[in-house]
């Protein structure tokens, strides 16, 4: 299966091959401040199943050993790298992904990190478009 994906302005088009490894969400302070959102949907992919088809990402060194990959020109978050902790593999930000709802999360990790209000969310009012 191929998976196509791009940022928010499409200037940086991938594809991805094959299935991932896992779905997962990720509840890290580096996760959330990087994408300035209470959690992240990744998709891990070993590395050679990515293929940037146009454009060329951005990559900074977030903490240590964390590579992470943005579209410099409307600033998504796109790819995440950690050798020392997923060596020969890359986390795909499962939502730029054309069809996201394809690969659901499988589990929940760093839930240490988890903001406390997050199990709440089912409780909250609902509306299928921004409330007028």
Known sequence: MIHAGSGRCGAI??????????AAVCHSTDCRRSAGAPFVAWAIYPEAA???RSGTPRT???SGTAMRS???DCGAGL???NEAVIPGRVDVHAATLGDPDA??????IQTAERLGWVSRM?????FERYPS
């Open 13 to 22: 088009r991938c594809e991805l091959s094959g299935e991932p490894h896992v």
């Open 79 to 81: 790819f995440y790298r």
């Open 122 to 126: 089912n409780a909250l009012p609902e």
């Open 70 to 72: 943005f579209c410099s």
């Open 103 to 108: 690969l659901p999360p499988a589990v929940q």
């Open 60 to 62: 900074i060194n977030a």
């Open 50 to 52: 990515l293929t940037i």
